[in-house]
């Protein structure tokens, strides 16, 4: 018998034995080399092996064998000549990975065909091998499997499962198809014996290379076997296995733990197929299904048996209820699904029933499922039993919507009949009646003989009541189209009976107890006093079911007269009820197939009546009926013209718009809108509507403008805001004809204000209105006449006015802030303080020689007065010189001491403490802009107090020296904090410059090969921010090195290549803003470089950043963009060498110069900025 032996010797080459032969009395063959170490070193090799059931399958034939390189796989058939089938490259993986391969045989495509996995690192790959019609083989590729851990073991349990060994010794039991890990074990007590002596070759030598001997570090190729659904583990001290339980122990495991619950999930997904990794179910799916049942069964005896065992005996009923609460449903649920319903109520309702409480529990669990008609078929006297347990615990509700659900054949009509009426369950009693006895008339017998006496007598119902009417007319509805009440349908065989019998009923001239003062047409009656729109929006819905029916049609002519007959010839019913009646046969007589008819005069006789003028009350009710009936396709039973006479007689100014609408007299429609209290706000959206929606035509849009300008004055005084906009969309060019119809001073004024004003919340566009000057002024002088307070603030949002006709008017109307704020505008700063300065005096001219109170509301103008001339002051003084600036300041606080002069200090002034008050705050206000001994020597020239008279503004002189000394303390704690905070900046810089770099791996990341053991002693070694290390050499064949300013720049090749490629071209253009010049280190190959190395004073001396560090940078100077830190420094010193130099204040000797303190743009980052990552 001829032999075939694979063998990997100890140069890795792959050798095919055969040929078995006999030399010397010694056994031996011949070998034929099929795969050279030269071309790779193979780590691993797995042939594929079948089983005797598939030993004819006709890929045996190649006799297929994997093989697993350092690099790639290789798939190889032997037979029947040597050929390659596949080779597939790993791509990127950790160098120390353990290739691993493994066969099976799965059924795919309703095929059996054998799949090969392999992996080296943490993903795993699947293909699937197959032969085609012609004898070739076809390797596809399946779904890969990514794990989070390093594989150093992969084995088949089954077609649907494999066992995983990470190189933590953790074993991960896996669904194939799913990719769901279904249990973790570990497994370390087994001490795995490794095969990294062999892989070493440590017994000749160690003549393999440095790749496969950092394999073997994980290597346990000869310690795992599997066979028969059995793993094998070789251990220090002894051999384990391991193997999958079956179905039965996993259950039996659960239940041996007191998991009864679980146990019934698992079995139940046994029973499903939906469980993983199955073992010991065989056959055909109903046969699994039937076993598993049958345990399945089992264990909800044990569970019946133990639920009522475990019950607390003691206790509170509570305890008790929650105990079954959370067993019993448990039972019924599996019992459902298992489709034992005979089970469920015979064995297991009579272990329950020894329990009240259980009892009680079960009953309430088959609620949800008979509403959902899950459980339809229920025994008698279960049925009986749930009936009156919900009846006593007083679930009344409950018991109605379980009855409608239930066959109620076998049940107590009479009984439940009784019980409903008397619990008032109309649905279920209904429901009685139908299915019970066929009977459709009975229970609208009892509903109407409920709602008719109170509706009759003209009371009102009861809550009760109304709900038994609705009940009602649902009901007939639901019988006239053919369905049951509550749900389902009345079946096909008696709903013409049904619908009959329901029609002879309503249509009934007598009832059948009917008293000697009965009404003709009783139930009809009834009706239409309960809801008359919902009893005809019912005939209405029957109507169109019985088109084609003539039975049908006899009733529909038969009903209607009697609908006229009750309703026309009797006043009880309102405007509101009869036009829903002819609203009703307006849409029937429109209908094309209508087969009713009406006398016309009715309809006149109803127009009279809903346009009566005598009568006012109802108004919007009437014409809201009158408008129904119109749109319903009444409009045809009358005469227009008339029509619209009585319309505008009884004011009913919707429908006169319904009717000139349909003349398509628009014009006409906005007097009804005007005369309308209720809708006179909608002229405006119905005018724009006209006007841009398009269909209509210019004239009909010319006549609604004449219209709409005829009423202008009328638009304006309802919304100015409306009118405005109105104008300013439609018809721009025509404002100041507009402008001209208002006489109205009033009106004129809300209109521009409207139209001008951008606060009042009118969407114009200010540009394309284009409005002259003069239109802008004439709404500022009706401004200043009607709303004067309001001058300023409306100056400030205005645009399009000239200031001097505007100057004018506001002199013409003494509004002397108003002026001076256009001044000030014109920039004319000298005027306007001038006219400040002169209100000012004037107000303090009231105080001074009045005698008035301290709480006098004079005083208060005065510091408003003040304060407003101090803002004028001080927001013009930066762009004025030091002589312009003391023409300001220097009168204004003249003007503040001035009545302080003309006081003595015997008898001093009422408001002399409040003045000196306000002299202090003008006199903090200028020393921003005025230097302090300019202020002192102004007051010390003055005659009054040049004459010993210091005594008196002693105040104001102390107060001036403490904002000094204030300003003083300030502008020293301002820079020690600039000193500090600029100190830290430096070393916080310093710190990320001269941070070192740690590399991740002690080998190349392109050749994979330990940096100390390379041979070539001229390579450097180039390590990045990023950790990755290389080989100089390595970097320059992959051209990772860029050429700036002729100088060589390195580029990580990892971190590049894990890019775009165009991106680095991109990149290389930024590199002088230091975002891809990589920190480079350079050194010897030699692990410990000397100190007199060339080559490491040369890298020492030149330290370049990495982008991280100049990321870095780049963040912390934006974060400090602003002043220049030496200026501040410098204008610092300056302050504390000069004693009239002041840094909030202006210069005496400089005019023009200005100070980095007094930008508008100068702050102080006081807070240190957060520290920056590298």
């Known amino acids: 018998m001829k032999r075939l032996a694979l063998v990997n010797d100890l140069k890795l080459n792959m050798k095919k034995s055969g040929k078995p032969m006999r030399v010397m009395g010694v056994r031996t063959c011949e070998s034929r080399c099929l795969f050279s170490g030269s071309k790779g070193e193979v780590c691993c090799i797995e042939p594929l092996h079948s089983k005797p059931d598939l030993k004819d399958h006709p890929i045996t034939q190649f006799s297929l064998l994997a093989m697993a390189s350092l690099t790639k796989i290789l798939v190889i058939g032997l037979k029947p000549s040597l050929k390659v089938w596949m080779t597939f490259p790993y791509g990127r993986m950790d160098p120390s990975s353990v290739p691993l391969l493994a066969w099976h045989f799965v059924a795919a495509h309703n095929y059996v065909n054998p799949m090969l996995a392999f992996c080296r690192g943490d993903v795993v790959h699947f293909l699937l091998v197959k032969r085609d019609e012609s004898g070739a083989i076809h390797v596809t590729k399946q779904k890969h499997l990514h794990l989070y851990y390093d594989l150093i073991n992969f084995t088949w349990i089954n ?70 659904g059995q793993i094998f583990y070789l251990g220090t001290k002894s051999v384990y296995v391991m193997m999958l339980r079956s179905w039965r122990e996993r259950v039996d495991h659960l239940l041996k733990q007191d998991c009864l619950t679980e146990a019934l999930a698992l079995a139940w997904s046994f029973h499903e197929g939906k469980a993983k990794a199955v073992v010991g179910l065989s056959g055909d799916a109903s046969k699994r299904k039937a076993v598993v049942a049958d345990r399945m069964v089992e264990i909800l005896f044990h569970y019946t048996d133990r639920a009522l065992k475990k019950c607390p005996d003691q206790g509170k009923i509570q305890v008790m209820e929650q105990h079954f ?81 239930m066959d109620i054949t076998s049940l107590d009509i009479q009984q439940v009949v009784l019980m409903c009426w008397e619990n ?35 009371k009102t119902l009861t809550d009760e009541q109304v709900v038994m009417g609705n009940k009602l007319l649902v009901y007939i509805s639901c019988c006239l189209a053919g369905r049951a009440y509550p749900l389902g349908d009345i079946p096909e065989d008696l709903v013409p009976l049904v619908k009959n019998q329901v029609f002879e009923f309503l249509i009934r001239l007598h009832s059948a107890e009917a008293s000697p003062e009965e009404e003709i047409y009783p139930y009809v009656r009834t009706l239409l006093h309960f809801d008359t729109r919902e009893f005809l929006n019912v005939l209405a819905l029957t109507f169109e079911d019985f088109k084609n029916d003539k039975q049908a049609v006899e009733y529909q002519q038969r009903i209607v007269d009697i609908l006229l007959k009750v309703m026309v010839e009797n006043s009880d019913f309102t ?16 209908k094309p197939d209508n087969t009713l008819f009406v006398n016309r005069t009715l309809f006149d006789q109803v127009l009279e009546f809903l346009c009566s003028p005598d009568d006012d009350s109802r108004h919007s009710e009437r014409q809201q009926v009158l408008l129904e009936l119109l749109q319903a396709g009444g409009i045809v039973q009358f005469e227009e013209s008339r029509l619209i006479r009585m319309a505008e007689k009884a004011e009913f100014y919707q429908i006169c718009e319904f009717m000139y609408e349909r003349e398509h007299q628009y014009d006409k429609i906005i007097d009804c809108y005007l005369r309308d209290p209720l809708r006179e706000e909608e002229v405006f959206n119905y005018i724009h509507n006209i006007l841009s929606i398009p269909g209509h035509s210019a004239e009909e849009k010319q006549s609604v403008w004449q219209k709409a300008m005829d009423h202008i004055e009328e638009l304006v005084s309802l919304k100015p805001c409306k009118a405005a906009e109105l104008v300013a969309t439609h018809f721009s060019e025509q404002i100041e004809t507009v402008i001209k119809k208002l006489q109205n001073q009033v009106l004129l004024f809300k209109f521009l204000q409207s139209l001008l004003d951008p606060r009042e919340g009118v969407h114009v566009n200010q540009e394309l209105l284009q409005l002259s000057p003069c239109i802008t002024e004439q709404f500022i002088e009706l401004l200043c006449q009607f709303s004067p307070n309001q001058v300023i603030e409306t100056l400030q949002v205005l645009e399009g ?81 030091q002589q312009q600036r003391e023409a300001l300041w220097f009168p204004l606080l003249e003007a503040m001491m001035a009545p302080q002069k003309l006081s003595s200090s015997a008898t001093p002034h009422l408001h002399s403490e409040a003045l000196k008050s306000l002299t ?71 710190a990320s410059v001269t941070r070192g770099l740690n590399p991740k791996q002690d080998y190349c990341s392109i050749c994979l090969q330990q940096y100390k053991r390379r041979q070539e002693m001229d390579d450097e070694i180039i390590v990045f921010s990023c950790g990755h290390l290389y080989h100089s050499f390595c970097l320059q064949n992959k051209e990772c090195t860029i050429e700036i300013e002729g100088q060589t720049r390195w580029t990580c090749y990892k971190c590049s290549s894990s890019n775009k490629v165009g991106k680095l071209s991109e990149n290389s253009s930024e590199v002088t803003k230091g975002r891809i010049t990589p920190s480079q280190v350079k050194m010897s190959p030699s692990c410990h470089p000397s100190k007199g190395d060339p080559a490491v004073k040369k890298a020492t001396s030149e330290p370049v950043l990495d982008p991280q560090q100049i990321q870095a940078f780049d963040r912390l100077c934006r974060l400090y963009r602003g002043s220049s830190r030496l200026a501040l420094l410098t204008e610092l010193s300056q302050s504390r060498g000069s004693e009239n130099y002041r840094p909030f204040g202006g210069s005496q000797s400089d005019p023009a110069f ?20 590298d």
């Open 801 to 881: 006015y000239r200031l001097e006709e505007t100057i004018q008017i506001t002199q013409k109307y003494q509004l002397h802030e108003v002026t001076a704020y256009l001044l000030e505008k014109k920039g004319d700063i000298h005027g306007a303080f001038l006219i400040m300065l002169k209100r000012l005096q004037s107000k303090l001219q009231e105080i001074t020689h009045q005698d008035t109170k301290e709480d006098d509301p004079s005083l208060k103008d005065v510091e408003d007065t003040m304060v407003e001339t101090i803002a004028l002051c001080q927001r013009n003084s930066h762009n004025l010189n």
């Open 1154 to 1173: 200005s100070s980095i303190f007094q930008n508008e743009n100068f702050q102080l980052q006081l807070i240190p900025p957060p520290v920056t990552e």
């Open 424 to 458: 008032r369950l109309y649905d279920a009693m209904i429901y009685v009646y139908n299915r019970g006895m066929n009977e459709f008339i009975s229970p609208m017998e009892k509903l109407f003989k409920v709602i008719a006496p109170p509706l009759n007598a003209g």
């Open 575 to 590: 405007p509101s009820q009869v036009g829903c009646l002819f609203t009703f046969l307006a849409r029937q007589l429109a």
């Open 159 to 228: 077609s649907r499962t494999v066992v995983l060994l990470d190189s933590a010794e953790k074993l991960h039991v896996i669904d194939r198809q799913t990719q769901e890990e279904l249990e973790t074990v570990e497994i370390s007590e087994v001490q795995l014996v490794y095969n990294s002596s062999h892989f070493k070759s440590l017994a000749t030598g160690g003549n393999v290379s440095q790749a496969l001997a950092l394999v073997g570090e994980k290597a346990c190729y000869q310690s795992i076997s599997s066979y028969g």
């Open 325 to 405: 609460q959370d067993m019993v449903p448990v039972i019924v649920d599996y019992c459902l699904l298992l489709q034992r319903k005979d089970l469920l109520f015979s064995q297991m309702y009579d272990k329950l029933s020894e329990n009240s409480v259980a009892k009680g529990v079960f009953l309430e669990c088959l609620e949800p499922y008979i509403l959902s008609d899950k459980l339809v078929g229920i025994t008698p006297q279960v049925m009986k039993d749930l009936i009156v347990h919900f009846q006593d615990k007083k679930l009344m509700e409950s018991v109605e919507a379980l009855i409608v659900h």
């Open 920 to 990: 202090m705050q003008v006199l903090n206000s200028m020393a921003a802009f005025i230097a302090l001994p300019s202020i002192l020597q102004r007051i010390l020239q003055d005659p009054v107090y040049g004459k010993g008279k210091l005594g008196e503004i002693q105040g104001l002189i102390l107060g001036m020296l403490d904002t000094f000394n204030y300003e003083q303390t300030l502008l020293e704690t301002t820079t020690s904090l600039l000193n500090q905070d600029l100190h830290w900046s430096l070393c916080n810089l310093r």
